[in-house]
């Protein structure tokens, strides 16, 4: 009888077994599951977010820009002609750094290098690379892809009205386009965000391109991607 009390002292019919506690680390087990997913959706939907308003800042700015400038949106950094004056991203000849962004004409409207960079693009990036400044490229059409010399950019006016400006380019550095401030539309976007990526628009807003959309829209000429002003398909 003493023994048996003992054993009720030590331990209280109200305690845990072990079959039930196995049982609720298996429910919360379970219901972190079916949470993660949805949480990775809401860090996704919020690095989304902070593009879209980086990219719609950018844009901005390069109206400023253009408002003060005649009608030209800045010189969109196009390695291949060399002029001498800034360009939205950098001063040509300035060391590529993430400081370097000071030397481009946007930094007087935008004043901050996180507005250049999307939060999920880290690196680490290779020496001489314009990807340490920068997570988004500006379209080569700006300048007609290097014909419209020495002109360093088309007017505003020029572009239809949904002409993509600027996009999140393509983050791996193997594929070689990160050597300057622009871009090709045919030399790809990001994959950063799985499912697509945001394109600045002319007017200042900013678009939530699929990447199926991105596809289609490269397929058209001219089209908002292709909308170089001088040529009859955009190219």
């Given at each position: 009888?003493?023994?048996?009390?003992?054993?009720?002292?030590?331990?209280?019919?109200?305690?845990?077994?072990?079959?039930?506690?196995?049982?609720?680390?298996?429910?919360?087990?379970?219901?972190?599951?079916?949470?993660?997913?949805s949480l990775q959706?809401?860090?996704?939907?919020?690095?989304?977010?902070?593009?879209?308003?980086?990219?719609?800042?950018?844009?901005?700015?390069?109206?400023?820009?253009?408002?003060?400038?005649?009608?030209?949106?800045?010189?969109?950094?196009?390695?291949?002609?060399?002029?001498?004056?800034?360009?939205?991203?950098?001063?040509?000849?300035?060391?590529?750094?993430?400081?370097a962004v000071q030397?481009?004409?946007?930094?007087?409207?935008?004043?901050?290098?996180?507005?250049?960079?999307?939060?999920?693009?880290?690196?680490?990036?290779?020496?001489?690379?314009?990807?340490?400044?920068?997570?988004?490229?500006?379209?080569?059409?700006?300048?007609?892809?290097?014909?419209?010399?020495?002109?360093?950019?088309?007017?505003?006016?020029?572009?239809?009205?949904?002409?993509?400006?600027?996009?999140?380019?393509?983050?791996?550095?193997?594929?070689?386009?990160?050597?300057?401030?622009?871009?090709?539309?045919?030399?790809?976007?990001?994959?950063?965000?799985?499912?697509?990526?945001?394109?600045?628009?002319?007017?200042?807003?900013?678009?939530?391109?699929?990447?199926?959309?991105?596809?289609?829209?490269?397929?058209?000429?001219?089209?908002p991607l292709w909308?170089?002003?001088?040529?009859?398909?955009?190219?």
């Amino acid at each position: 009888m003493a023994l048996r009390d003992s054993i009720r002292r030590c331990c209280p019919a109200n305690a845990f077994s072990l079959v039930e506690l196995l049982v609720v680390i298996g429910i919360i087990a379970l219901l972190i599951g079916l949470l993660l997913p949805s949480l990775q959706r809401a860090r996704e939907q919020s690095v989304r977010v902070h593009c879209s308003n980086n990219l719609r800042q950018i844009m901005v700015g390069s109206l400023g820009y253009s408002a003060e400038s005649h009608g030209y949106l800045p010189y969109p950094d196009w390695a291949l002609v060399q002029y001498t004056q800034a360009g939205w991203l950098y001063l040509p000849g300035t060391t590529f750094t993430a400081e370097a962004v000071q030397t481009g004409v946007l930094w007087p409207w935008l004043r901050s290098q996180n507005i250049y960079r999307c939060k999920l693009d880290i690196g680490p990036f290779p020496t001489g690379s314009a990807h340490l400044m920068t997570s988004y490229l500006m379209n080569g059409a700006v300048c007609g892809f290097g014909r419209i010399v020495p002109t360093p950019s088309f007017k505003v006016q020029k572009f239809r009205p949904d002409a993509v400006i600027f996009f999140e380019a393509d983050e791996r550095e193997d594929n070689g386009l990160w050597n300057d401030g622009s871009n090709f539309p045919s030399e790809g976007t990001t994959i950063r965000h799985n499912r697509g990526s945001s394109v600045a628009m002319i007017d200042g807003h900013v678009e939530w391109y699929t990447a199926k959309t991105y596809a289609i829209k490269l397929n058209i000429g001219p089209g908002p991607l292709w909308c170089a002003p001088d040529t009859i398909d955009g190219h």
